[in-house]
């Protein structure tokens, strides 16, 4: 993934996934886990829904002889006005007192909750409780005192309707009192104490709530799949953040970018490399051969005699991929010089299973001569073939490390060295220490015929690497390309660097471990 880049696609999206897949598994687990038990041990309650429904209150006022064309309310206002005074009031003490069970107000009122019915004039009282009978007795006595407190309010509106018709009555003349206004105020007099005398109510009990046979919480199932699918939402953020903090590169993608190279071969995770003086089986020996090729038909418009495999930091596999891409030429019928030119940590002697001996160090100091200090190696054939009777000669660091690499790598002795190897043989692979760790290689860089990077995918840090692409760029060191390390199968390859078959991982020290890098190449 491109470090500038701002949006992902969905195949990212799905490689940074699959790359965090044990952290995504371990929240969806964890946070489903943890809704399941506290689901199951909260206590259950029970819902118990009463309702009532409103009649117009029109007819009210019509009856009270009050003017109806233009009350000011509308629909949904005169719904909200009932629905507030179903929550207003003494009806929750009321009921509080009726039932008893150590009920208070407030309890009464935390444990109802009353709405509206879409847009009609009926209302739910739905009650909460441990008890399911209890449940049920608050609502229906919340919803049977509303009821009763609205008839004594009615009851007192009439009445107080029914004294302003009389003083009405009482303010007409006699002649008045017998006339049609007379009359009807009689009329509505009569209706008025009638109706205050009945108890007439324009709200009524629509549903008397019964007791629930199940809890309506906790819902085990339900907060079981809401606390996976949470645990899955808090994974995916957590992989993401893993990513954007994890500085390692992930991608042979990410590498070519970094570098601004092409790719000269895809080495993924093998447990045949690194074997200390071991022969490849044939595919993993393919690998580095196709490698060789590209690196030959990619620069037909050169002639590389010397080529230095470098890499930013320690553990991205260049020694294990010099030793091989030597072994690779050495089988061509090439004469091949493998040169260590790490003096401080020096393995390649180690990684051939080869009695350590003057080397290098002691060649530039004037303690031994080129071909004194240069071992013959004999290679195996790769399982499954003949023998092949080839060999390649290696120039290790040496048994005694001198206290100044970098001097004598930049040394005069140092240019002659190269000059005898070039003119003695017809390839010098040349591995290198760490190049963002030490500076002693620098100075050659120029004095080479190509330079190749090698990256570790999941290994090298995108900042060391950025460092090295730096540094590189401004050198005039003639780059030919990148060799990814520790790709995973099925890792695309611009170019048929192994064709599916190749299944090379190379580790600096020679390790075989899956732990590291399930061998990958060594420095």
Not at 301 to 311: F, K, P
Not at 321 to 338: C, D, F, N, P, T
Not at 413 to 423: F, I, Q, T
């Amino acid at each position: 993934m491109d470090s500038e880049q701002t949006s992902l696609s969905p195949q990212q999206f799905m490689s940074v996934v699959r790359r965090r897949a044990p952290w995504v598994v371990l929240c969806f687990a964890l946070v489903a886990v943890a809704a399941y038990g506290y689901a199951k041990h909260r206590p259950k309650k029970y819902t118990a829904t009463a309702a009532v429904a409103f009649t117009s209150n029109q007819l009210d006022q019509q009856i009270a002889g009050l003017s109806t064309s233009n009350n000011g309310l509308t629909a949904l206002a005169q719904q909200q006005s009932n629905l507030e005074l179903l929550k207003v009031g003494e009806v929750a003490a009321k009921t509080a007192s009726q039932l008893g069970h150590g009920l208070t107000e407030e309890k009464v009122s935390a444990s109802l909750s009353i709405s509206a019915k879409g847009e009609s004039s009926v209302f739910t009282i739905a009650v909460s409780s441990p008890s399911p009978v209890l449940a049920a007795a608050i609502a229906n006595t919340y919803a049977g005192q509303f009821v009763k407190d609205r008839q004594g309010a009615n009851r007192q509106f009439f009445k107080s309707a029914l004294a302003l018709v009389k003083r009405q009555l009482a303010a007409l003349s006699p002649g008045q009192r017998f006339g049609s206004d007379g009359l009807d105020l009689e009329d509505r007099a009569h209706t008025l104490a009638l109706l205050a005398e009945l108890g007439y109510n324009n709200v009524e009990v629509a549903q008397e709530a019964s007791v629930p046979s199940s809890p309506s919480s906790p819902r085990v199932g339900k907060d079981t799949a809401i606390g996976a699918i949470l645990g899955l939402l808090f994974g995916i953020v957590l992989a993401f953040l893993l990513e954007h903090f994890d500085r390692r590169i992930r991608g042979s993608e990410e590498l070519e970018g970094i570098y601004r190279l092409p790719m000269l071969g895809t080495l993924p995770k093998s447990t045949a490399l690194g074997g200390k003086g071991a022969a490849l089986p044939s595919t993993e020996a393919e690998a580095f051969s196709l490698i060789r090729a590209h690196l030959r038909f990619f620069n037909v418009d050169r002639e590389l005699r010397t080529i230095l495999i470098a890499s930013p930091a320690p553990g991205d596999g260049k020694t294990t991929i010099s030793r091989y891409l030597a072994e690779a030429a050495a089988r061509s019928g090439s004469r091949v010089l493998l040169l260590e030119l790490d003096l401080r940590q020096p393995t390649l002697a180690q990684q051939l299973a080869i009695e350590p001996g003057p080397g290098l160090a002691d060649v530039l100091i004037g303690a031994s001569r080129l071909d004194q200090a240069t071992q013959s190696v004999a290679l195996q054939a790769p399982s499954g073939e003949g023998a092949v009777g080839n060999a390649v000669d290696v120039l290790t660091a040496g048994a005694v490390l001198p206290p100044n690499p970098g001097e004598l790598l930049e040394s005069h002795a140092m240019d002659g060295v190269l000059e005898r190897a070039k003119s003695g043989y017809d390839l010098v692979v040349i591995d290198t220490p760490p190049l963002t760790a030490v500076s002693d290689a620098f100075p050659l860089l120029t004095k080479v015929d190509g330079v190749v990077i090698v990256g570790r995918v999941g290994h090298s840090r995108r900042d060391a690497a950025e460092q090295l692409q730096q540094v590189l760029s401004s050198s005039g060191a003639p780059l030919l390309g990148v060799i990814v390390n520790g790709a995973k199968s099925g890792s695309p390859i611009p170019y048929p660097v192994g064709g599916g078959s190749s299944r090379a991982v190379v580790s600096d020290d020679g390790a075989s471990s899956s732990e590291r890098l399930a061998p990958t190449a060594g420095a």
